[in-house]
Nanobody, 124 residues
């Protein structure tokens, strides 16, 4: 059974950076599509960035984070990262990583395995 644990969240000033990590256990991530999602208070969970296939060659970024966030995977560490730069107050949310075998569009309802989430707060 795949298990995911996020880390790296915290409080950061506008314009700052954070790197989120999603460490997997129980299976290797190279057979999974991996996504980062976020949910702000009172809002629906949304896709931020996904490796939409297990090959990692196809990526998705929400328009709101393009050119600021970068998703990557380290198979040796069985970990996926989300590098977040130029953070804005509207990026404040709980961030989750999720996985689904082989392929998935970057839609929360399509993913089968979820981490517990990590809080990101962008505030001055």
């Amino acid at each position: 059974q795949l298990q995911l644990v996020e880390s790296g969240g915290g409080l950061v000033h506008p314009g700052g950076s954070l790197r989120l990590s999603c460490a997997a256990s129980g299976s290797t991530l190279d057979n999974y599509a991996i996504g980062w999602f976020r949910q702000a208070p009172g809002k629906e969970r949304e896709g931020v960035s996904c490796l939409v296939s297990s090959s990692g060659r196809s990526t998705y970024y929400a328009d709101s984070v393009k050119d600021r966030f970068t998703i990557s995977r380290d198979n040796a560490k069985n970990t996926v990262y989300l590098q977040m730069n130029s953070l804005k107050p509207e990026d404040t949310a709980v961030y989750y990583c999720a996985a689904k075998r082989f392929f998935s569009p970057c839609v929360p309802s399509e993913f089968d395995y979820w981490g517990q989430g990590t809080q990101v707060t962008v505030s001055s």
